[in-house]
T-cell receptor, first 113, second 112 residues
Framework: DGGITQSPKYLFRKEGQNVTLSCEQNLNHDAMYWYRQDPGQGLRLIYYSQIVNDFQKGDIAEGYSVSREKKESFPLTVTSAQKNPTAFYLC????????????FGEGSRLTVL | SQKIEQNSEALNIQEGKTATLTCNYTNYSPAYLQWYRQDPGRGPVFLLLIRENEKEKRKERLKVTFDTTLKQSLFHITASQPADSATYLCALALGGANNLFFGTGTRLTVIP
């Protein structure tokens, strides 16, 4: 079945460590996105990529980095510069067609100890 | 600044009744509006999209209205069931999905 796979589902990190969250899709979508979700707040856009080897900052990109070397993959690195990294991270993709419907992965919950 | 409000953080409703969720926005002229369902610990799932020139959209027991004058969308679930219990998110698009702004969500509980 086609879809988006995020891993790991749960991740614990010590302060000062970088961590990379994986996102893979087999939907043949051009565009991919990373969102962060915190209690009581809407999803906030971290980074997005509309084509391989190109990506743009979203509203809260500070302390994060991404790469898009393959169409299927869009990993997110949470760096030690991110001041409050504990959150639920969601990857999404979209076919740049008519509807603008986002397909989301199951999310990765990062906890900084 | 841009703002999206969903009427309440939580809504409880009796099974079989119609649930109505509200999404209000300010300072936007959205190209379209979307509704998603999110279960605890899961990613959101797309439900419906309605464009600025559409007044109403239906899909099975779901109905969405869009009033650009009132800057409001209403999301209705008719004949609600306990399986409809989830958090529902509205999202406004100002163009492409890189300009998609999400509300905080309304947690719906359908009581048997």
């Amino acid at each position: 079945d086609g879809g988006i796979t995020q891993s790991p589902k749960y991740l614990f990190r010590k302060e000062g460590q970088n961590v990379t969250l994986s996102c893979e899709q087999n939907l043949n979508h051009d565009a991919m996105y990373w969102y962060r979700q915190d209690p009581g707040q809407g999803l906030r856009l971290i980074y997005y990529s509309q084509i391989v080897n190109d990506f743009q900052k979203g509203d809260i990109a500070e302390g994060y980095s991404v790469s898009r070397e393959k169409k299927e993959s869009f990993p997110l690195t949470v760096t030690s510069a991110q001041k409050n990294p504990t959150a639920f991270y969601l990857c999404a993709s979209m076919w740049t067609g008519v509807t603008g419907e986002l397909f989301f992965g199951e999310g990765s919950r990062l906890t900084v100890l | 600044s841009q703002k999206i409000e969903q009427n309440s953080e939580a809504l409880n409703i009796q099974e079989g009744k119609t649930a109505t969720l509200t999404c209000n926005y300010t300072n936007y002229s959205p190209a379209y509006l979307q509704w998603y369902r999110q279960d605890p610990g899961r990613g959101p799932v797309f439900l419906l999209l309605i464009r600025e020139n559409e007044k109403e959209k239906r899909k099975e027991r779901l109905k969405v209205t869009f009033d650009t004058t009132l800057k409001q969308s209403l999301f209705h679930i008719t004949a609600s069931q306990p399986a409809d219990s989830a958090t529902y998110l509205c999202a406004l698009a100002l163009g492409g999905a890189n300009n998609l702004f999400f509300g905080t969500g309304t947690r719906l509980t359908v009581i048997p």
